[in-house]
């Protein structure tokens, strides 16, 4: 299975990505850019990506000593990603990125997660260029983001503490004045750094020269204490290795020690690390203490970071998306060639038991009606998540390209997309990552065939940048609030000009007739959550929410890509539409009347959950 034509459906028939060109940043391309590109990054990742990934899942990274080592193949990777010029590809060309459209970025990366999700970091280093490029003076951009977006040094975020986790109002780390003359140093105001830092993907490896840290920090008060909550907390730049102002190594090493490395269940080929910053293994200038440079203001690093948070949450997303899809395609291909079982009999007569001719050849698997029903289920996920993942990256691109007010409604919508984009992925394509094991039997449980590691790759991504917990916490308790309620009030509207145009096409008219019910409902239990106007009450059933607020959001997106397909099939006959129609079909009769139950539990406020006593559990 080839993932280009999907991709080719979604990017230019879908979302009509060849429009993009009419506006002046995005005027040199074409069609023909656009693919080209595609075809890139589609040949690295089926050359340096896809044949690697078993080797990158059993030689996990080590530490020698001295440093981390990485099999040959993720070097050979990582070069090649550098020199397609992707990891700067949506920056102006002025400095050295192609001002191509996020929305086609996108759509490229996703060929290299859906070959080997782990071989590389390089979304935390774009992320992390991204953030100084908004946050950051001019010289944080030339020093530090210039040689990120140009492959020469990586980038991590470091927020999660081993005493905190994603508590990031408990963080300890310290950051406290370098000298009397710390606010004059022409790199940013100069601090000395001291905390444990947890969790930390790529923080440390050979892969480049440098690593450019982005590290969450309190700055004392003037008798010593750190500041309760976020307020207290700032943002710097902590890079592993000294820097000049003319982004040249100066030969000293900064205070940041590699602990140890995480040993996961999947996404192996990425180093995960406990980072000590100002332990005094490394003294710069003779002295213990990280040395970092202040980003934006001080007590303001939560806002900065949430910059690449975000970004990171919909990169989380697309990478459980494309594991879905890598294990979906394996399943497919399996169930077409493997022979099992024969298919049952139209009985005789009637009350007859059911029975089978064993004389009669086997049928490959596909051929069953629980296989077919299984491969549906993958397809509607894993295609439905891709379609959410561009259709947010297209919102992206329309912040930077359109009028003001349709600037800030594709900044509202993708507040309230960017939980589910990263959420609903996450939950449901590891559940197709689980049927596609199921799809192969006991040879899926196998290190035989590649879907175990899919599984095992994408069970992280629950995890990844805020747990579904968290996620749902922002949804209910901020993102459908925010702005009195506009962001929701936003997609609504779009969800029901959708619900429209459906409604006078036959084959669809009662998917849009559910779907508007599943709105109504999606607002209804949104009031109740908070009639009592306690969070406690409307956030103890977030999750429910937010698993009834994401399938509904699908919902609408396979509504809209069904009368795509229906209208392109009308004027080019295109045989892709029966599998549009049917992944359609089959999120409505089987994936959308889930929600009731859920929203059940919402509306009533149920304290099942909150009001069991610890020592019953």
Sequence with gaps: MSLRPTLDFLLYDWLDAEKLNQSERFADHSRETFDAVLDTCERIAREKYAPFNRTVDTQEPHFDGEKVILPQATHDAHKAFVESGMLSAAQDYEIGGMQLPYTVQAAANSFFAMASVSIGSNMLTSGNANLLMVHGTEMQKEVFAKNEFSGRWAGTMCLSEPQAGSSLSDVATRAVPDGADYQDDPLGPRYRLTGNKMWISAGDHELTENIVHIVLAKIPDENGKLIPGTRGISLFIVPKRMVDTQGELTGERNDVALAGLNHKLGWRGTTNTLL????????????????????????????????????????????????????????????????????????????????????????????????????????????????????????????????????????????????????????????????????????????????????????LNMIHEGTHGIQAADLLGRKVLMEKGRGLQLLAGRITETIGRAAKVPALAPHAKALGAALQHIGSATEAAWSTGDPADALANAVPYMQAFGHTVLAWIWLDVALRALEIDAQKARAVTAGKIGATDYFFHYELPKIGAWLQVVETRDPTCTALPEDAF
């Design 276 to 459: 000590n910053f100002g332990e005094g293994k490394y003294p710069v200038g003779g002295k213990a203490g990280a040395v970092g440079y202040l980003v934006g203001a001080p007590g303001k690093g939560l806002h900065c970071m949430f910059h690449m948070m975000n970004e990171a949450r919909i990169g989380v997303g697309t990478a459980a998306t494309m594991l879905g899809m890598a294990g979906y395609y394996a399943s497919l291909d399996y169930a077409k060639s493997r022979p099992q079982g024969r298919l049952v009999k139209k009985p005789e007569a009637a009350g007859a038991a059911v029975a089978k001719d064993s004389a009669a050849p086997q049928v490959r698997i596909i051929e069953h009606a629980d296989v077919r029903r299984m491969l549906l289920a993958q397809k509607a996920y894993c295609e439905g998540a891709l379609a959410l993942e561009l259709y947010c990256a297209r919102l992206v691109d329309t912040q930077k390209t359109g009028d003001a007010a349709q600037a800030d409604d594709a900044r509202l919508l993708l507040e309230v997309l960017t939980p589910i984009a990263k959420s609903w992925p996450s939950e449901w394509c590891l559940e197709a990552n689980s049927l596609a094991i199921q799809v192969h039997g006991g040879y899926g449980y196998t290190r035989d065939f590649p879907v175990e590691q899919y599984w095992r790759d994408n069970r």
